[in-house]
């Protein structure tokens, strides 16, 4: 049967129907195994589905009749393979939330690694198609917001764990390739985008929402659990409550973007000003002064909303937050500035001078002690 689906999906002078008919036929043995029951058909799918992607990346991939693009818009470029490579991520995760587990934990963490080789064929389809810029982070969050979107939707063995696990990689992707290498890059101005208003910015906006809803707690499940899970996957779902070190790390992480920003706004108001402009405070340190301004008003901002919620983490965070400022601005901001600049110079030891007097000359003397002198009665009269 699967030779002959491959067979009849072969294109003329092409081999990639193959992989199209071996996924199929995997797709639909999961499905009706899954409907019988029968673990033989889940098996026989299970190894046709393996078969279809092992011809995807070991051949489809060095075809050179499927390089050809599709649609192209800035830095997104979609090639034929890349539409065939997609299908097999839908393959995959088909298979991972329609095979049956049969209450069996063993069958659930098997469906769990099905999901991550999915997630990582998306992750690793993505780099060619969006680049290394801004792009390709974009394509990573699409697929944690799939992820967490799908997570409390039937069978979704692991899914939390693997959007955390992509949104890890776009995390820091985001803070060293996007932001801090950009930064220092030959080519970055600070006046090609706006402050706040710009991609950047907007990418990390959905970083920040991705964390914050790893945050809120799945109601839904809780609501509506599945009684035909395994009994330790469903304890586990029943017993998870909404976790404030993802809140933490998404405040840290608009904490450092928006550093990023003020950094920008300081750049461009020395690109527009005039050459050879006097600064009554030297840009590196107009720099360290607003971050740390930006960072103690995050802490406190933190340390308000953990004390009214509560949350002792966030509590806690905005307290070290705030002293961190405090000691920066101390540290860096005034005695290393005062020190550097030369602000508080001095000679050890110097006594101020005495006033130098000017020298006097003999006439002037003689004048002086003769005006000195007291007057006679005589004279005083003839006055």
């Known amino acids: 049967m699967a030779a002959s689906s491959s067979i009849a999906c072969r294109g003329p002078g092409e081999g990639f129907g193959q992989t199209i008919g071996w996924l199929a036929m995997g797709v639909a043995c999961v499905e009706v195994g899954r409907r019988l029951p029968s673990r033989g058909v889940d098996v026989f799918g299970l190894l046709v589905a393996a078969a279809g992607l092992w011809r995807l990346w070991a051949l489809d991939s060095q075809n050179t009749a499927l390089q050809t693009t599709v649609w192209a818009y800035g830095s997104l470029s979609i090639y034929r393979w890349t539409m065939l490579a997609l299908g097999a991520v839908l393959a995959t995760h088909f298979i991972a939330r329609r095979l049956r587990t049969g209450g069996d934990y063993r069958w659930w963490k098997f469906c769990a690694f099905i999901a991550f080789l999915g997630t990582v064929q998306w992750v690793v389809v993505c780099t060619p198609s969006c680049g290394?810029?801004?792009?390709?982070?974009?394509?990573?969050?699409?697929?944690?917001?799939?992820?967490?979107?799908?997570?409390?939707?039937?069978?979704?063995p692991g899914y939390r764990g693997l959007a955390a696990f992509v949104l890890t990689i776009a995390v820091v992707k985001w803070l060293v390739a996007d932001a801090a290498l950009t930064r220092v890059g030959p080519g970055w101005n600070a006046a090609a985008s706006l402050p706040v208003l710009n991609w950047q910015m907007g990418v990390a906006a959905l970083t920040c929402g991705c964390l914050y809803w790893f945050y809120r707690p799945p109601s839904a499940l809780a609501a509506r659990p599945r009684r035909d899970l395994p009994a330790v996957v469903l304890q586990k779902q029943l017993a998870r409550r909404s976790s404030s070190f993802s809140l933490v790390v998404g405040v840290l992480f608009l904490l450092v973007a928006l550093s990023f920003e003020v950094e920008r706004v300081i750049a461009?108001?020395?690109?527009?000003?005039?050459?050879?402009?006097?600064?009554?405070?030297?840009?590196?340190?107009?720099?360290?002064?607003?971050?740390?301004?930006?960072?103690?008003a995050g802490g406190t901002v933190c340390t308000f909303v953990g004390q009214r919620r509560p949350l002792a983490a966030l509590f806690s965070t905005g307290w070290a937050l705030t002293w961190l400022a405090g000691i920066a601005w101390l540290a860096a901001g005034v005695l290393h500035w005062r020190i550097t600049a030369g602000v508080a110079q001095g000679v050890r030891g110097a006594r101020p001078r005495a006033r130098a007097r000017r020298p006097r000359s003999a006439a002037g003397a003689c004048a002086r002690r003769t005006r000195a002198r007291p007057r006679s009665p005589s004279a005083r009269a003839a006055r």
């Open 268 to 296: 461009r108001s020395e690109l527009a000003a005039p050459v050879g402009t006097i600064w009554l405070v030297s840009p590196p340190q107009t720099r360290i002064l607003w971050w740390t301004l930006l960072w103690a």
């Open 132 to 156: 290394p810029g801004l792009t390709l982070t974009m394509g990573w969050l699409l697929a944690v917001v799939v992820l967490l979107a799908l997570a409390p939707i039937g069978q979704s």
